[in-house]
Every structure is written in structure tokens, then in C-alpha cells.
């Protein structure tokens, strides 16, 4: 079963396919959804990002190994979370949260556009961990990320492109 409990919007059947449609008429319409697992486990992503809208449409479990490993364990509590290459904040939200407890956390993102559905998770979550834009790197400084259009094509770029922008690194 899965964590996430989509809005009732979400849950129209044929949901990803509906949102194929929509953008062949609309365009790229990327208005912000919004999932939630409990009253204080919002997550936002875009609107025509098909992996997550797959996972959240259709009910998938998003990393259920992980999902188990956290469950069980006691003392999370305790525990800083740093989620590297955070994405759209789900660990960061789920983790946070009343449930698993964790009272410390950062999420970084480097993609620009995926950033930005991290911070608004972040904001529907209360603000209950910090967000960073910015890249891991073993070097301190900064480093050229691809932005591509799809959710899977965006990443550090090994050479500066016209599709790159210069993010700093930690």
C-alpha cells in the first residue's frame, strides 16, 4: 500500500493519461499538484512531470526498501537528516514528520526547476527542514547542471552547454 494519499484529483482514473492530453492542449502547463500522506505530509510537484504523477495517480510505493528500513527503525529521533539531491522533498517530508520525528534536516537540490517543487514542499510541510539549492560535488565551488525538460535528463553536466546553468557546489 502505498504512503502517499493523492487529493481527490489525483485520483481520476487515467490520470497520466488525462495529463498527456492536457498538455497537447494547453501546453507545458506545470501548475503545481499536491499529494499528501498525512494532515502534515504535503509534497508539490509539477504538473506534467510523469514520474511523479505515475507515482502519485496510481498509488506506486516510492522507494518501499526505504520506506521499511525507516519504520523500523528506533531512533530516528536522534538523528540529522541531510537529503542529498533531494528532489521534491519526499524523504525530507516524510521524515520530518510526526510520525518518524526527525527534528533536523536539510534538502539540497541542484536542478533549478525541481528546486523550486522542493522549497514549495518545504512551505506546505511548515517549514519543518531547510532547503538549499545547490549541488554536491567533491569539490567546494561551482558546477554546470543540465537542465533538460524532462524530470529523468535534468543533472551535472561535465561541460558547460547552452542547456547548463552554473549552480554552487557543496
Not at 512531470?49 to 527503525?73: A, K, T
Not at 510520525?99 to 514549495?120: H, I, K, M, N, W
Request: net charge positive.
Amino acid at each position: 500500500q502505498s504512503v502517499m494519499v493523492p487529493s481527490t484529483f489525483l485520483k481520476l482514473r487515467g490520470g497520466p493519461r488525462l495529463s498527456l492530453l492536457l498538455r497537447q492542449v494547453v501546453g507545458n502547463y506545470a501548475e503545481a499538484m499536491v499529494a499528501e500522506a498525512d494532515p502534515d505530509v504535503r509534497i508539490s510537484f509539477g504538473g506534467f512531470d510523469r514520474y511523479w504523477m505515475r507515482v502519485f495517480f496510481r498509488g506506486d510505493f516510492y522507494e518501499p526498501e526505504l520506506y521499511r528500513l525507516f519504520s523500523r527503525s528506533q531512533r530516528l529521533r536522534e538523528l540529522c537528516l541531510i537529503d542529498g539531491g533531494a528532489n521534491i522533498g519526499f524523504w525530507s517530508a516524510i521524515l520530518t514528520s510526526e510520525r518518524f520525528g526527525v527534528s533536523r534536516a536539510v534538502a539540497l537540490e541542484a536542478s533549478p526547476s525541481t528546486y523550486a517543487d522542493l522549497a514549495r514542499t518545504a512551505k506546505l510541510c511548515g517549514d519543518r527542514f531547510v532547503t538549499e539549492h545547490r549541488a554536491l560535488s567533491k569539490t567546494v565551488g561551482h558546477v554546470e547542471f543540465e537542465v533538460g525538460l524532462s524530470h529523468e535528463s535534468r543533472h551535472i553536466a561535465t561541460n558547460a552547454g547552452a542547456s547548463t546553468v552554473r549552480i554552487a557546489a557543496t
